[in-house]
């Protein structure tokens, strides 16, 4: 009993008459807007700036431009080094507390134990890259959650930096930690100009080395990776180490600036590091977001902590305003993602 | 007759976009039936199941099941006028019992307010024991093997008692034993007056299984068949809307002699005492039910899983990889099961997942540089070479067809130029159309001299590309046929288990 009439009717010609050609440029720019996130960062930082500067011309003055220089160095490197663990998936909850314990484990190294500075700088350094080594052996050998081990360091850390200490700040250290943030070249604060360096650095990695590929390609699909002979796990153990290293470098900076080895600064800063990377367009599912992005994401941040004070905002919100920008970012990404799965 | 219907749709359309995919002006769905959908992949299947389940809205028209409207893409209504679906994809809780996922959105009959775990797992069985599998209830579901998940699906659509039920190709995850379970549900249901709505890609077994055989090409219906006007030649043609032309009876003789794979007494988790050899040219298939080891014994050779023990050797060196990348640069590439878990970096580009395997020796040359110009040329070459599809290689992988992303992985092991080619269900999820150029790579790849040792569940596949033929069971193999000594129930029977003469 197939009472069914199913025939088939002529094929309509569809897709042949061409689309408005204003329509097909809409999509095309729409669709590299969406292929480029950090296209949408670049022009908030454009546009907050000219307003910032419309309202006080003393936000662009070299004075304020070097101290946002400076600031930037801190948190674009960490931000920038915090991207390499989320690239692979993962995430880093560490860097603030290295940063602290860095810094005071320097000054202690220098002032209590009298190593000389440039060997301070190498064994601190080394000490950092380390605890990034232990973090990515617990994610890649235990199968720990890197949330889980990289708060572990986030609380020890800090409580070693305190217990160096006793909590009281280590003054004399060697003046080659101070001159080094302060005595700008050009006009340029060398922790901008290491922050810049460290940039061309990372991006000369990922986009032009077959390591950087593979570091994208564990991270967007780790048994893909695999069966593809990367050894992932090295990968994802680089990653860690180089976000922890770089936490040792702010530490450092941090050192130089305050002058102090001082237990209780950087607090939460691995959030805004985040942040920075998120707004950049690094995916939180890891495989995907680039070095430029980052940078602006941290440019962003800094441009809108300073903005606020330049405009005599009360401190108490500046927490709330880094958290609505975060809002939005993560908004426009998973709306982006929407829109480029839908038309697959 | 009008009491039978158990589906109607009428007038009813769904465009994504302008893309017009689904056009169904009138179709009826008897109960007491079941009714085969074959079609390639975009052909409107999966969005007609979807309509008729409530997790797609149609454009316009109407959806009947058994008289009542069915409210537009609203799953728990279809649910509530009996539809169950069992699709490819197992929304099963992994860290839950297989009782507890049968059982998950109803209580067993009899139970109160509380969980009553024997009552649970006693009715979990009582279904399981329906099917005739055997899978113990308490096991975690994320302990259990593809195949037992599929068959849990199904376990769990059935408890529901629907009146209209849906398989999205049941069996492509099964092996022919598992299958046959699958068909003998399929009919039991449908003798005891359900519609049952079999989507499949084997053409053989919707036959065997259907009453009646409906034919979807490009949303539309464009034939609807007994099973006796359903030849396999007839349905292909109504598929792709022209005539396949007939495969090559015979692949190209391997006439190279020298032995590429030696492999003895190896041995891994599950797997082995395992003996093979493979020789430069020649296609070696491995047939065998799903957990025969099939998968395990590519892993392993891949060095994907350790191995405990054995010898293998490969162009007469020894040859024991402890990871992939080892393996590649002994010249071994693997085509893996999975494509999208396995295979592929669905956003990245198609020129990523193009160079994947080769980077390290794509940047050789350059001290671990990537050069864009090195980068680009390998693929626009490869794409041109392999004939994949898309608008441009910077586009992502993952908006390509099937067919087309595995021309790409195939593409992706022929740049590491393999002596070694291991291939895991090559043609898995792709469209009639597209498989053939699929078996032309297999062909080509023994024509440039590689050893391919191809597993797959398709017993025709097999019979048509290699020049002898393993069976697996339990980890062993029980057989081995050459080409013109091979029938499917000589493979079968090796399958099961039962040793054989070879």
Known sequence: MRGTGVESP????????????????????????????????????VVIVAVLTAVNPSFVSVDNLQTMGRDLGQFGILAVGESFPMLTGGIDLSPGSITAFSGVFAAWLNVNAHVPAPLVIVIVLLVAASIGLVHGLFVTRLDVPPFVITLVTLVTGQGAALAITHGLPIDNIDPLFNGFVITNVLGFPPPTLLFALICVAVWFFLERTYLGRQLYAVGGNREAARLAGIRSNRRIVLAYVVSATSAGVVGMLVLGRLNVGEPGVAVGWELTAIAAAVIG????????????????????????????????????????????VLAIAITLDRLRARRLARRR | ?????????????????????????????????????????????????????????????????????????????????????????????????????????????????????????????????????RIPVHRLVETLQVPQRQMIELAKALGRDPRVLVLDEPTSALGPVESDVVIRVARDKAARGSCVLFVGHRLDEVRRVADRVLVLRNGELVADLTPAEATEVRLIREMVGRELEQQAAEPPPARDPRTVLEVHGL??????????????????????????????????????????????RLRDRPYAPRDTAEAIAAGVGMVPEDRKLQSLLVDAPVRWNLSLAVLPRLARRTLGLLTPRDDRALAGRLVRDFGVRCRTPEQAIGTLSGGNQQRAVFARWFATEPGLLLLDEPTRGIDVGAKAEIYRLVEEAAARGMAVVVVSSELEELMLLCHRIVVMARGRITGELARGDWSKERIMTAAAGTSMAS
């Not at chain 2, 040219?281 to 892993?299: F, N, P, Q, T």
């Open chain 1, 281 to 324: 367009g690094v995916s939180l599912f890891g495989g995907s977001g680039r070095v430029v992005g980052v940078a602006f994401g941290a440019i962003l941040l800094e441009v809108i902590n300073n903005g606020l004070i330049i405009l005599h905002v009360s401190p108490y919100y500046q927490q709330i305003v880094l958290g609505a």
């Open chain 2, 1 to 133: 007759m009008s009491a039978g219907v158990a589906v109607r749709l009428a007038g009813v359309e769904k465009s994504y976009g302008p893309v017009r995919v689904l056009n169904v002006p009138d179709l009826e769905l008897l109960e007491g039936q079941v009714v085969g959908l074959v079609g390639e992949n975009g052909a409107g299947k999966s969005t007609l199941m979807g309509i008729l389940a409530g997790t797609v809205a149609a454009d316009a028209g109407e959806v009947e099941i058994r008289g009542v409207r069915l409210s537009d893409g609203q799953p728990d209504h279809a649910q509530q006028l009996g539809v169950a679906m069992v699709s490819q994809e197992f929304p099963l809780v992994d860290k839950l019992s297989v009782a507890e996922n049968l059982f998950l959105n109803r209580r067993p009959a009899g139970a109160g307010p509380l969980f009553d775990r024997r009552l649970v797992e006693r009715g979990a069985e009582a279904l399981l024991r329906d099917l005739g599998v």
């Open chain 1, 10 to 45: 002529p094929q309509p010609a569809s897709a042949a008459e061409p689309a408005p050609a204003r329509e097909v440029r809409f999509w095309r720019l729409a669709e590299w807007l969406a292929g480029t996130p950090e296209a949408g960062v670049v022009a908030a930082v």
């Open chain 2, 267 to 312: 041995t891994a988790e599950g797997l082995g005492p395992i003996d093979l050899r493979a020789g430069a040219g020649e296609i070696v298939g491995v047939a065998g039910l799903m957990g025969s080891g099939r998968s395990r014994l590519l892993r392993v050779l891949m060095g994907a899983q350790a191995r405990l023990a054995g010898e293998v």
